[in-house]
């Protein structure tokens, strides 16, 4: 028996439904309405869902009808805040016109997404700013903010987001004066969260959701208890997103942020009153002290860190580093101390200190059982400690929150990768949610008809140095045949910059733009291969890692070939990882069958869902390490693949590359286009 909610979703979905007269070109999807039938159920009934929806299912909208029509207040929480205002500015507004319900929406995010009015005022006389190009950025800044309602640095779209400018004129929880700033009642922050607290729908993100449950910093103290209903999409990294907030962290760039902000209120605030030069200058050479003693190590980038110091690293010269910055911290604070009445700027720095100095003494003690320490060194140095899960917080601090009167409280998990098992374990096991209802739905594209899978076993085996090469000498000749049109994503930096370095190389007279990773910003880099070979410009072959293996739609011809280096294996030597590995382990089972495995087969689906992305879309993936087929694991990973036919040969591919080449443009067939479902 049906109830009236999920009457109301299954008629929205029908083929002359609201979906259909409001979407251009909707079609009903078996699999999209049954995950919006299983979430109306949820929300009802209360509980947990999880689902897995693959990619073209539409899941956007599948929780989101049933979540407007249920008429309960929602917080819907994204993995990126490129995805929120998406959610908030796209798809929220045109759901809701398309239903006819009235629904006042608000966005959410961290502090650092907005402009912080009072950091502005001062941010001017900021040595960092006395640079032309950040002077520039700064005066756009300060012009924008005489007309901005939200104060979302999002809407500046000229503003990179790793521009130097951002901590100037940001603040952070550390800085923040709170209820004793001159601006607080112009706060942007407090804004978005007083919109907050009064919407029917909030769209947060998974950083902003797990840094309130580890510091009750983003307001959704107040917001959360009076939610029924949250769902979390891209929920695959909720996990990964989790750990970093329930741990601690204490990194150079917070050091050196705080030394800043010490001597530029202390000039301006409180000069003579104290050698402020001294203690700022304190501070910032013992923070690179310590990462010139971190510095030593070649060849990671994560540290496993079990004894007195990181591997690799002297302990005595560690211990004393961490005693140096304890000692430079606690004499910034005894200094500030002395001024606090002054201003509040004075009160915040002298928390910040003592906080500091609390974290540089918790680092120098040895490690919790329970949690695992690693140093990550880059350009800068973060050491961390986290649990090995989140699984813990989620039992104690969400699923067994104190209901109110009323339905129980709903929780919904969605995303298109989940696990390569029937009970989605790779997600529900660190996430704590094994006894959630589990819901799996496969894609409705037709993968044998549309793509085709290829594994060269000519190819070196990735231990070999050669091979990076011959993926290199493989993605030039089919890029050189198709156009461009080519994406290689690669599990290491190294192979980064081999591959692009070998591609830049063979391309250095034209034909092809060479696109690599860490060169421009990623949206500029998507734009510009989805640009394509428009206006007569050549086409493109993208080289990436990391962030690229998801959430990358480029829909139509830009990308009919994605090249996978190899495996994508978690990294043996990182901390994290050998800390998962040997608690599995003592619990009888294998490291390498319950977590490396699941771990690569996730992974990959993602990587190989950057291919097809609507009905029309065709291509060729290929996985460039012999192990998938050659060894007894390659089977599982497979599995995990969408359907794709194969093929055995190397002329076999290079036919398939020129049916592609020789198929119509997508723009011959717009009218045969049905767009992908939201």
């Excluded at 929120?84 to 995010?109: E, I, N, S, Y």
């Excluded at 190819?459 to 089919?478: E, K």
């Excluded at 290929?622 to 050659?630: E, H, K």
Aim: aromatic content about 6%; overall charge neutral; glycine content about 8%.
């Amino acid at each position: 028996m049906t109830t009236p909610l999920q009457d109301a979703v299954q008629s929205t979905f029908v083929g002359s439904g609201a979906l259909a007269q409001a979407a251009e070109g909707f079609v009903a999807r078996h699999g999209q309405t049954q995950l919006a039938q299983a979430v109306a159920r949820t929300i009802e009934q209360g509980g947990v869902l999880v689902a897995e929806a693959a990619t073209g299912v539409g899941k956007t909208f599948a929780y989101l009808v049933p979540a407007l029509l249920s008429g309960e207040r929602v917080l819907l929480s994204t993995a990126t805040k490129t995805l929120q205002d998406q959610l908030f500015g796209r798809d929220l507004p045109r759901l809701a016109r398309a239903l006819g319900v009235p629904v006042r929406t608000a966005l959410l995010k961290g502090r650092g997404s907005y402009l912080c009015l009072h950091r502005l005022e001062f941010a001017g006389e900021s040595a960092a700013a006395s640079a032309p190009h950040l002077r520039h950025a700064l005066s756009e800044v300060e012009r924008w903010s005489k007309t901005t309602r939200t104060g979302d640095l999002a809407e500046l779209p000229g503003l990179d987001e790793r521009s130097p400018v951002i901590p100037l004129v940001t603040s952070t929880r550390e800085n923040c004066l709170g209820a004793d700033c001159p601006k607080f009642r112009a706060c942007h922050v407090n804004l978005a969260r007083r919109e907050a607290m009064a919407a029917d729908v909030v769209v947060i993100n998974h950083h902003l959701f797990f840094a309130d449950l580890a510091i009750r910093e983003s307001g959704m103290a107040e917001l959360l208890p009076t939610v029924r209903v949250a769902i979390f999409d891209e929920a695959h990294q909720l996990n990964e997103t989790g750990i970093q907030f329930l741990g601690q962290q204490l990194a150079t760039g917070q050091l050196l942020d705080f030394a800043r902000d010490l001597l530029g209120a202390g000039l301006q605030q409180a000069r003579g009153l104290c050698d402020w030069t001294q203690l700022a200058s304190g501070v910032e050479l013992a923070a690179r002290d310590l990462r010139m003693t971190a510095g030593q190590v070649r060849g990671a980038n994560r540290l496993r860190w079990t004894g007195a110091a990181p591997d690799g690293i002297d302990p005595a010269d560690w211990q004393a580093a961490l005693a140096r910055l304890h000692t430079a911290l606690t004499d910034a604070a005894a200094g500030l101390d002395t001024v606090s009445e002054l201003a509040p700027d004075f009160v915040r720095l002298h928390e910040r200190a003592r906080a500091l100095a609390d974290r540089a003494q918790r680092f120098g003690a040895p490690c919790g059982v329970a949690l695992v320490r690693w140093a990550d060194i880059s350009q800068s140095l973060r050491l961390m400690e986290s649990p090995l899960d989140i699984a813990d917080i989620v039992r104690t601090r969400l699923l067994a929150a104190p209901e109110g009167e009323g339905p129980a409280r709903a929780w919904v998990f969605v995303s298109a990768t989940l696990g390569d098992d029937a009970r989605l374990s790779w997600f529900t096991q660190p996430c704590g949610l094994q006894d959630a209802e589990v819901l799996r739905i496969g894609s409705p594209f037709d993968y044998a008809q549309q793509a085709a899978l290829y594994v060269p076993v000519h190819i070196a085996r990735p231990a070999d140095p050669a091979h990076s090469a011959d993926v290199a000498r493989l993605a030039g000749d089919a890029a050189a045949c198709l156009g461009g049109r080519t994406m290689v994503l690669t599990t290491t930096l190294r192979a980064l910059r081999s591959i692009g370095d070998a591609l830049a190389e063979r391309f250095a007279g034209g034909g092809i733009e060479v696109l690599v990773q860490g060169q421009l910003p990623k949206r500029v880099l998507m734009d510009r291969f989805r640009a394509g070979n428009a206006d007569g410009r050549p086409g493109c072959v993208l080289v990436a890692s990391a962030s690229f293996w998801e959430g990358v739609d480029m829909p139509g011809d830009a990308l009919q070939l994605v090249i996978i280096d190899k495996l994508p294996f978690p990294p043996p030597g990182d901390p994290l990882v050998e800390a998962r590995c040997r608690r599995i382990e003592s619990e009888g089972r294998s490291a390498f069958a319950d977590y490396s495995v699941p771990e690569a087969a996730v992974a990959l689906k993602q990587g190989a869902g950057r291919l097809i992305r609507r009905e029309t879309d065709t291509g060729l993936l290929a996985i460039c390490d012999t192990r998938l087929v050659q060894m007894g694991y390659g089977r599982r990973l497979l599995a995990a693949l969408p359907p794709m036919r194969r093929l055995s040969s190397a002329a076999e591919f290079d036919a398939a590359l020129a049916a592609l080449r020789a198929a119509p443009m997508a723009e011959d067939l717009v009218s045969k286009q049905t767009p992908a479902p939201a």
